[in-house]
């Protein structure tokens, strides 16, 4: 789900800047840029049928090194970002 809001994305920075004042290098290559990707994705409990209504669902904001795209992702309701931000239309979907 993109972040359209911008209420959330200034949500998610603000928490971010809190709980994570200072960024680590990227495993993979050193560098320090990150970058927020601004939309909220889902990791998703592994069944093997494909989209079991059962599978518990953690949602996730995903931080990518700007120079080589190594990935890590924040549990959004860890962070504490307000998830009621988003909007009904995009909830919709
Ligand atoms: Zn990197």
């Given at each position: 789900?993109?972040?359209?809001?911008?209420?959330?994305?200034?949500?998610?920075?603000?928490?971010?800047?809190?709980?994570?004042?200072?960024?680590?290098?990227?495993?993979?290559?050193?560098?320090r840029?990150?970058?927020?990707?601004?939309?909220?994705?889902?990791?998703?409990?592994f069944?093997?049928?494909?989209?079991?209504p059962?599978?518990k669902?953690?949602?996730?904001?995903?931080?990518?090194?700007n120079?080589?795209?190594?990935?890590?992702?924040?549990?959004?309701?860890?962070l504490g970002?307000?998830?009621?931000l988003?909007?009904?239309?995009e909830?919709?979907?």
């Open positions: 789900m993109k972040v359209k809001s911008e209420e959330l994305r200034q949500e998610i920075f603000r928490k971010l800047a809190e709980k994570c004042p200072k960024p680590q290098s990227c495993a993979f290559c050193g560098h840029e990150w970058l927020v990707v601004d939309i909220i994705t889902e990791i998703r409990e069944y093997e049928k494909a989209l079991s059962e599978a669902r953690m949602p996730v904001i995903p931080i990518m090194c120079y080589c795209g190594y990935m890590v992702f924040i549990n959004a309701i860890r970002v307000n998830l009621e988003l909007s009904e239309e909830v919709k979907k």
